[in-house]
Nanobody, 124 residues
Framework: QVQLVESGGGLVQAGDSLRLSCAAS????????MGWFRQAPGKEREFVLA????????YYADSVKGRFTISRHNAKNTVYLQMNSLKPEDTAVYYC?????????????????WGQGTQVTVSS
């Protein structure tokens, strides 16, 4: 089992930056990749970006390239989502997820464990 806990959400203004953290515990050695997803009210959960834990390889959604960055601290079993130049359309609940299988993927059903989510609200 793997447990994931997100933190760092909040209310910010358009153009601001915010950093989210996701701390993993349990069988962390079994994690191949960790990803961030988001879900806005009335919309489906969508992929944001992911990172491969062994070498730091990344995979980004086009909508956040150049603004969002994912990084990891393996010793702390933590991944970070740095969000810059935030827009009102970035408002959503942000979820951290862990994938045990190989491959960098963007489908929610391909991730095995999920955090509880953290709210990010960007005001205009």
């Amino acid at each position: 089992q793997v447990q994931l806990v997100e933190s760092g959400g909040g209310l910010v203004q358009a153009g601001d930056s915010l950093r989210l953290s996701c701390a993993a515990s349990g069988r962390t050695s079994s994690i191949y990749a960790m990803g961030w997803f988001r879900q806005a009210p009335g919309k489906e959960r969508e992929f944001v970006l992911a990172i491969r834990m062994n070498d730091g390889g990344t995979y980004y959604a086009d909508s956040v390239k150049g603004r969002f960055t994912i990084s990891r601290h393996n010793a702390k079993n933590t991944v970070y989502l740095q969000m810059n130049s935030l827009k009102p359309e970035d408002t959503a609940v942000y979820y951290c997820a862990a994938r045990l299988g190989y491959g960098m993927v963007r489908n929610t059903e391909d991730y095995d464990y999920w955090g509880q989510g953290t709210q990010v609200t960007v005001s205009s």
